[in-house]
């Protein structure tokens, strides 16, 4: 009977902790997707001090979820995310044209993370 509770005990930690991450990765995606969004509008309507800043914080914000992120997703999901916002700043800084393509791309990056990480019964079974 013991042997069933505990593992009963560690199922219920295991779903938890799973819920918990999914959850999580959703609300931190959500928000630098949102962010993404309004760095790129700022961008394409002319002002680019102030996407600087949004660029900035949206790369601080990633490298604070990255920390974390790496305990419940694996790393080869987040290694194409980490060269796009370490380029994102740099390309806002110097007024590049190439920034609503690279933010365009990081969107949908952060898109398929969230989706990848979102537990659903067909990526389940």
Same mark, same amino acid.
């Given at each position: &009977?013991? !042997? ?9 930690? +295991? &779903?938890?902790? /799973?819920?918990?991450? *999914? ?11 949102? #962010? /993404?969004? @309004?760095?790129?509008? #700022?961008? =394409?309507? *002319?002002? @680019? ?9 949206? =790369? *601080?914000?990633?490298?604070?979820? !990255? ?6 997703? !694996?790393?080869?999901? +987040?290694?194409?995310?980490?060269? #796009?916002?370490? !380029? ?15 933010? /365009?791309?990081? @969107?949908? +990056?952060?898109?398929? #993370? ?12």
């Amino acid at each position: &009977m013991t !042997r069933l509770k505990i593992s009963v005990i560690v199922i219920l930690v +295991l &779903m938890s902790a /799973s819920v918990f991450s *999914g959850v999580w990765v959703d609300k931190k995606c959500s928000s630098l997707m949102e #962010l /993404s969004r @309004y760095a790129e509008e #700022l961008f =394409q309507n *002319g002002d @680019y001090e102030k996407a600087a800043e949004i660029t900035a914080q949206l =790369q *601080g914000k990633w490298e604070h979820f !990255r920390a974390g992120a790496s305990v419940f997703v !694996r790393n080869n999901k +987040l290694t194409e995310l980490d060269r #796009l916002f370490a !380029r994102i700043h740099h390309l806002t800084e110097n007024e590049s044209e190439e920034l609503p393509s690279e933010l /365009s791309e990081l @969107y949908h +990056l952060l898109e398929l #993370l969230k989706n990848s990480e979102t537990p659903r019964i067909t990526s389940v079974f």
